[in-house]
């Protein structure tokens, strides 16, 4: 039964440049979230796919965007990049809309550096 | 707005002792309170969680408490082994998660 899987799993980007992020969620699960993680902090809401559809959204800029396709994978999308958005990207999995029914599944994450 | 904060950034512990990690939120409309463990490079795991209609659950040498009034949340590890020495993330729920900065547990053998 594989877990959350995330690709790349590490990449270098300048600032101005585009990035896509993408995550297979755990087999079952249908909603997809993702997370910013800055060096000694914890993780910070991005966004929250079902559906195919954007359901919820933290304070982030619309810089990031996202996509869920049918197969329940996803994508993170960040456009002209800026130094502070590096950080680890990570993609968590879940079943059920919107609610908290269980705990999230993390993947390893993608970790982002902006030059 | 940290909604979820965890003062200690570090905590050490003999093998065998007791581990207690505390963590503290502000907003009283949660609901479903989580502990995540961290080793370095891998996402966070679930350890244990608890609803906001309940004072204690316990899982094994893992227990955590809620103190609604104190709006607190405690993890305990009864004994705690070098394997704990990890990144602890406590989390907080209402239809998304807010979590703490971390607190990293090092459990000297």
């Known amino acids: 039964d594989a877990g959350v899987t995330q690709s790349p799993t590490h990449l270098i980007k300048t600032r101005g440049q585009q990035v896509t992020l993408r995550c297979s969620p755990k087999s079952g699960h249908d909603t997809v979230s993702w997370y910013q993680q800055a060096l000694g902090q914890g993780p910070q809401f991005i966004f929250q796919y079902y559906e195919e559809e954007e359901r919820q959204r933290g304070n982030f800029p619309d810089r990031f965007s996202g996509h869920q396709f049918p197969n329940y994978s996803s994508e993170l999308n960040v456009n002209a990049l800026l130094l502070g958005d590096s950080a680890l990207y990570l993609c968590?999995?879940?079943?059920?809309?919107?609610?908290?029914?269980?705990?999230?599944?993390f993947g390893e994450g993608s970790r982002l550096t902006v030059l | 707005d940290q909604q979820v904060k965890q003062n200690s950034p570090s905590l050490s512990v003999q093998e065998g002792r007791i581990s207690i990690l505390n963590c503290d939120y502000t907003n009283s409309m949660f609901d479903y309170f989580l502990w995540y463990k961290k080793y370095p490079a891998e996402g966070p795991t679930f350890l244990i969680s608890?609803?906001?209609?309940?004072d204690k659950n316990e899982d094994g040498r893992f227990t955590v408490f809620l103190n609604k009034s104190a709006k607190h949340l405690s993890l305990h590890i009864v004994p705690s082994q070098p394997g704990d020495s990890a990144v602890y993330f406590c989390?907080?729920?209402?239809?998304?998660?807010?979590f703490g900065t971390g607190t990293s547990l090092t459990v000297i053998p």
């Open positions: 968590a999995s879940s079943y059920g809309q919107g609610m908290v029914v269980g705990e999230l599944f």
């Open positions: 608890i609803s906001s209609i309940k």
């Open positions: 989390a907080a729920s209402r239809r998304q998660f807010y």
